[in-house]
């Protein structure tokens, strides 16, 4: 109980450090299974797999309303099958317990914004086919949000990164130092009548056409690929007794799946 109530109280505080206008989303397994109360529908929805909440749900439902979310998870209607997002080890309790929780507005100085965050999350859902070799299934959010990208940062992404280690070869060097000479030589006949963007595009261009010709953009090392077709083998082989797990646990499907993982993760340690 007291890692609870200190888990929550960090959460608070990191919260408060988040500034108002930034879209905010919170996920992950917060053991939690949040149910169907009338007086939780505003905050979580008629949609849960849960019809009743336990202590880890309540705390969960208690956080987003203070912090203004809204718990997505348990907002979306589909068949039980794919809320669930937890199954245990003997295949017969089945829970709902990830969550995706997001800003309900947009609010600066309590004043609400046209802007309501929580309808950028069209969708959520768990995905049973997903192999991640744990007990919890993968959750997918489908997110559609516009993005903003400032002028100044656009024209950062533009920029050239030069293989300055040329430089080092005496030949290079001695070429990329005549052909800047020429090029400095060449801008003392500018007319300083000209307008100043002009100006600017001639300096600019009288630098950086000598720095390709000598220089050149740098070779990036590619990494070699490590996963073969070996490693598709061994995760097919544990995809399959994993379904084998899922249709049924038996103790002895269980000890083969736990055996296949081990050889598994041992392969790709080694890899």
Known sequence: MRQKIVFYEELE???????KYHMKMLLGDFNAKVGRENIFKP????????????????????????KNLVVKSTMFPHRNIHKYTWTSPDGKAHNQIDHVLIDRRWQIDHVL???????????????????????????IAKVRERLA????????????????????????????????????????NL?????????????KENI?????ESLGLPEFKQNKP???EECLGFLDQRKWAKMQWVQDPSQSIVDNLNNVRREVSRHFRHT
């Open 191 to 203: 007319n300083n009548d000209e307008d100043v963007n002009r100006t600017w595009e001639n300096i």
């Open 13 to 19: 505080q990191v919260f408060d450090h988040f500034l």
């Open 113 to 139: 914004i046209d802007r309501i965050w929580h309808l950028s999350v069209l969708d959520v859902r768990s995905f049973r086919g997903a192999d991640c070799d744990t007990d919890h299934y993968l959750v």
């Open 208 to 212: 950086q056409t000598p720095v390709k």
């Open 43 to 66: 905050t979580s929805g008629q949609e849960s797999l849960h019809q009743d909440s336990n202590d880890n749900g309540v705390r969960l439902v208690n956080i987003a309303t203070s």
């Open 226 to 228: 490590w996963f073969d």
């Open 149 to 188: 990208v400032g002028k100044q940062a656009a024209q950062r992404f533009d920029t050239h990164r030069f293989n300055l280690r040329k430089l080092n070869e005496p030949e290079v060097r001695e070429q990329y130092q005549i052909k800047i000479t020429n090029r400095f030589a060449t801008l003392e």
